[in-house]
Every structure is written in C-alpha cells, then in structure tokens.
C-alpha cells in the first residue's frame, strides 16, 4: 500500500468514526427532546436513502433544563459564549474601542462601563475589555453601532480614580 492510498484509508476511518459519532449525539438530542428532558422548538428528521445517510435539523435550545452529561455536544453549543474580535487605540484625549458582533442587533447590545473596563453582553458575545486608563470621563461616552461593529469612544480626563458603574446608549 502507497503513502498516498494510506493516507485516503486513515482519512476514511476518521470520517467514518466522525459521522458515527455525530449520529449518535444527534439522535441522544431528538431523544431528549422527544421526552422533554430538553425544552425548544425542534424539527429533526433522518434521511436513510440509498448513499445518503444523515439528520435534517433545525430549531432551538431552552438552555434552562439541560443536564450537561446526558448530551455530549449539546451543552457545548447551547452554552457557546464567543468573545468577539476587539481593538482598543489611546489617543491623547480618548480611548476608541472597536468591537466586531456579526449578526447582533443593535437592540441586542448591553454595554456597561466598571471601573476602567468596558463590560459587554450581546446575544452570545460577551467579554470584559480592559482599558488603558483609569482618568475617562464616562459622562461623556459615545457608542455607534453600523455593520456588525461597535465604537465605542470615551474622553480622557483628570486622574480621579472610580469603580462606579455606568450603562451606555448605543445610537
């Protein structure tokens, strides 16, 4: 056997033991929400036709009633918190901080300033951005949200040190 026709073989197993495993966590999903032991709007359906093996699914956790070791995959996905992609500029009167939230609706987003950080929760985003400086003036922020990305901008001033906590109106 040549390196070449190895290397397709061990391919082949991997796919083979993936899609097994695959399979089974799926139908341990429309078991448990068949039962109700998930609570979501769920359509899942087999497909077993010749050369064609396989689930359609489509619907929607209710993370609320899941025990995690009775799903594998699930809980993994049903409790995915992304960090979204951030940059942070100091300039010499203002910190700017870009924030990419692909797919969020403005509406969605919930910004809070603590301390001399940027606490952000948007659907399934969610991250604590330090800041460069403690001297900012949180009166005066400004946020815009266009295209899936935020900015934020917040003023320099003073040194005065705070850990109050501020919400922000995006616009």
């Given at each position: 056997m040549s390196d070449f026709d190895d290397i397709i073989d061990n391919?082949?197993?991997f796919y083979r033991k993936l899609a097994e495993r695959m399979f089974k966590e799926i139908e341990e999903i429309d078991k448990a929400v068949k039962t109700g032991r998930i609570q979501g709007d769920w359509e899942i359906k087999p497909?077993?036709?010749p050369g064609v093996k396989g689930y359609i699914a489509r619907g929607k956790f209710y993370s609320h009633n899941i025990p995690n070791e009775s799903l594998p995959l699930a809980p993994?996905?049903?409790e995915e918190i992304r960090e979204p992609l951030t940059d942070v500029f100091e300039e010499e009167d203002k910190i700017k901080v870009y924030v990419e939230?692909?797919?969020v609706e403005k509406d969605d987003i919930q910004l809070n300033l603590i301390g001399n950080s940027v606490e952000l929760k948007a659907k399934n985003f969610y991250k604590i951005i330090a800041l460069p400086?403690?001297?900012?003036?949180?009166?005066?922020?400004?946020?815009?949200?266009k295209n899936g990305v935020l900015e934020i901008t917040i003023p320099k001033?003073?040194?005065?040190?705070?850990?109050e906590r501020y919400s922000i109106k995006i616009e």
């Open positions: 391919t082949e197993k497909i077993d036709e993994k996905l049903i939230l692909p797919g400086t403690q001297c900012l003036n949180f009166d005066h922020v400004i946020s815009k949200y001033k003073e040194p005065q040190g705070t850990n």
